[in-house]
DNA sequence: GTAGCAATAT
DNA sequence: GATATTGCTA
């Protein structure tokens, strides 16, 4: 949800704001084949407001909100997108990450840490709350960005996606980053509202290019800067996925209108479904027979569940009764949706991915016991992140 | 203008 | 090798 509108509730009260969410409800319901979840997640948040109100009153703050500012975030409203850079330059997290030895200025160090604080363990009430705030975005900006402000951002760029609101954040040219960094960087990182951070960015950009040789300045200019799609921007797409019958039935411009993201293109979302559908069929496709008699049981991911196809299948089989599946996966990471004919499965190198991809998250929450088996994750685990919108249905 | 695929860049 | 962007075609 956008910011203003957290700032609304503010302004309104609770009870207002819990009535202003059923009179959307009201609307909502008109449609209830088409905004399947959002009725859901608004009755969730009403539900949670109300529990707020009756129960911890004086403390209305991010700690309610945060359980559920994922379910009313995610879908309500237009979303400012936010790329996340994954170059080098970009982020401390990367140095999180990887653990690289490449020492960036102390300056990174020192945000870093204080990001790292507020993230790691939220004991920080203050940090907290302004760490919901962050998380709610779907474009992962770098988080870096304040320090970040002054580095190059093409203003090439800034036009392009001129739109209000809807400043990117491309990525820095020279990445040393792995794709996997956005894996990481999507979960709920703590980052700048695209605007403020692209606006202040563009001063020093071309300055600080002019040094290098304009050849290069060039192909920047000509080409649109690696931009990634973050955990949350994923989900949506998903979701969006979801309600327009799959992959297969789904067109870009759809996917992009129900995904409702702010400078979001067609084209952008057109190579995202290219790649999803790259990724979801090849397992099927190639190896239908060998994936049914391997000895390995192909898992599919739901949430950070995996499951055996059977269960995972029945549960999507309905694409608009409001009985949404709840597939939620680490960005770069292809869920499929289960209104594919096909239920898809995962081989074993896809499945690898998958699981290291989770391994890699466990890693950030130091909880390694992924190692190996296949198995479901208890949800105690990794109950905080990412699980927050599946809490609502059960398989 | 849009969608899909392939080539190309990162 | 994975992923995002761009170009081409229908």
Redesign the pocket.
């Known amino acids: 949800m956008s910011s203003t509108l957290t700032m609304q509730r503010f302004k309104m009260g609770f009870s207002d704001y819990i009535q202003a969410l059923e009179q959307e409800r009201l609307k909502i319901q008109v449609f209830p084949k088409e905004l399947p979840l959002s009725l859901e997640l608004v009755t969730q948040a009403i539900e949670t407001c109300r529990q707020q109100l009756s129960g911890t009153t004086t403390e209305y703050n991010l700690n309610g909100q945060s359980e559920c500012s994922e379910q009313t975030t995610s879908t309500e409203g237009p979303v400012l997108e936010e790329?996340i850079p994954?170059?080098k330059r970009a982020s401390p997290y990367c140095e999180q990450v990887y653990d690289d030895d490449d020492e960036e200025e102390d300056e990174h160090h020192s945000h870093h840490k204080q990001q790292k604080i507020s993230m790691d363990d939220n004991k920080n009430s203050d940090k907290k709350k302004s760490d919901w705030l962050r998380s709610v975005q779907l474009w992962n900006s770098d988080p870096s960005s304040e320090e970040d402000a002054t580095r190059k951002v093409s203003v090439l760029e800034l036009k392009r996606n001129g739109s209000v609101g809807g400043a990117?954040h491309?990525?820095?040219?020279?990445?040393r980053v792995?794709?996997?960094t956005?894996?990481f960087l999507s979960k709920g990182q703590p980052s700048l509202t695209g605007v403020a951070a692209a606006s202040s960015n563009v001063a020093t950009t071309v300055t600080s290019n002019n040094a290098g040789n304009t050849k290069?300045e060039d192909?920047?200019e000509?080409?649109?800067?690696?931009?990634?799609?973050s955990q949350e921007l994923?989900k949506r797409f998903l979701q969006a996925l979801q309600q327009l019958g799959g992959a297969?039935?789904?067109?870009?411009?759809?996917?992009?209108e129900l995904m409702n993201v702010d400078g979001l293109?067609?084209?952008?979302?057109?190579?995202?479904?290219?790649?999803?559908?790259?990724?979801t069929r090849r397992p099927s496709s190639t190896n239908n027979e060998s994936a049914k008699s391997q000895t390995a049981t192909p898992f599919v991911l739901v949430g950070n569940i995996f499951v055996q196809p059977t269960e995972y299948g029945g549960v999507g089989s309905s694409t608009t009764s409001g009985e949404m599946t709840k597939v939620v996966a680490p960005?770069?990471?292809?869920a499929p949706v289960a209104t594919h004919p096909p239920v898809t499965t995962i081989k074993k190198?896809?499945f690898k991915?998958f699981e290291n991809?989770i391994s890699e998250e466990r890693g950030n929450n130091n909880n390694n016991n992924s190692e190996g088996a296949v198995h479901s994750n208890s949800p105690a685990s990794s109950s905080s992140t990412h699980t927050t919108t599946n809490n609502s249905r059960g398989f």
């Open positions: 790329f994954i170059k990117f491309p990525f820095q040219k020279d990445d792995n794709n996997k956005c894996e290069r192909k920047e000509k080409r649109k800067q690696r931009r990634c799609w994923h297969d039935s789904a067109t870009p411009k759809q996917i992009r293109t067609n084209d952008e979302v057109k190579s995202h479904l290219q790649k999803y559908r790259l990724h960005s770069g990471i292809y190198l896809e991915k991809s």
